[in-house]
């Protein structure tokens, strides 16, 4: 397995071995719906690209529901068994991961013959003073309150915002797509966090869903079909669909 890193600055590679998020229940999360594509103009299947979209296995801090963006925790035991039951893709031959180690550690379990190609700013949100913390703990907490207040759009103290850190992710999420189009590849795995994946759907499904509509569990994502051809002057899924299990 090569693992390669992309950072935030250089399109180049160097060769190198929440909780607060709401709760979107099965009926009103936009998980199962397929983008309707007519035979007219479906994309020839030589200019498709295939992504699959996963969030990473259970971590600690995920399980005791903690805000947990920057901190770099590896899956516990939990996490790792998700993943194993998951599934597994022998024929990914490229996957494009997050630098955080339960990602990476999703990776490669769950595409144990892909290429890992860490993308920095496909990382989660920094929630700063918040990281690490949970909602019943920050309950007096004026500045936490204040920004759940404001729908969590506003500066994390010493963290980030919603805005700038969905522009990072759909920015790395763009060169992933260009850098696979441009490798000539059909089919990669993108595996990220929560807000990765609220940040990408919300972004390039072209769809009246809000980016917290885009919740997905631990080890569960999109099938993402995109046209090559399409990409440079529309960038947007052609079709999409939730997904439990990779199959």
């Known amino acids: 397995m090569e693992v390669k890193i992309f950072n935030k600055t250089v399109i180049g590679q160097t060769s190198i071995k929440m909780n607060g998020t709401p709760d979107i229940t099965q009926k009103n999360r936009p998980l199962v719906q397929t983008v309707q594509i007519t035979q007219k103009n479906r994309p020839s299947v030589f200019s498709v690209l295939s992504v ?25 035991e939990q996490g790792v068994a998700q993943a194993q039951s998951t599934g597994v893709l022998e024929d990914i031959i490229d996957a494009y991961v997050s630098p955080m180690q339960r990602a990476i550690q999703t990776a490669g379990i769950c595409f144990p013959n892909a290429n890992i190609h860490i993308i920095e700013d496909l990382r989660e949100m920094d929630f700063g003073d918040f990281e690490g913390r949970t909602a019943d703990e920050m309950i007096c907490d004026m500045a936490y309150r204040e920004w759940v207040d404001g729908n969590c759009e506003g500066q994390c103290p010493n963290g980030e915002d919603k805005t700038t850190f969905k522009v990072r992710v759909q920015t790395a999420f763009d060169f992933v797509v260009r850098d696979a189009i441009e490798r000539q590849l059909n089919k990669l795995a993108v595996v ?14 072209k769809s009246d869903q809000t980016y917290y509509d885009w919740h997905v569990p631990n080890c569960c994502g999109y099938e993402i079909v995109i046209d090559k051809g399409a990409w440079e002057q529309a960038p947007q899924f052609a079709e999409y669909k939730y997904f439990e299990r990779l199959k």
């Open 192 to 205: 990220g966090h929560g807000g990765t994946i609220m940040s990408i759907m919300s972004k390039f499904a």
């Open 52 to 76: 699959l979209l996963i969030r990473h296995g259970k971590t600690i801090g995920n399980m005791q529901r903690r805000y947990i963006g920057c901190t770099d925790e590896p899956l516990c």
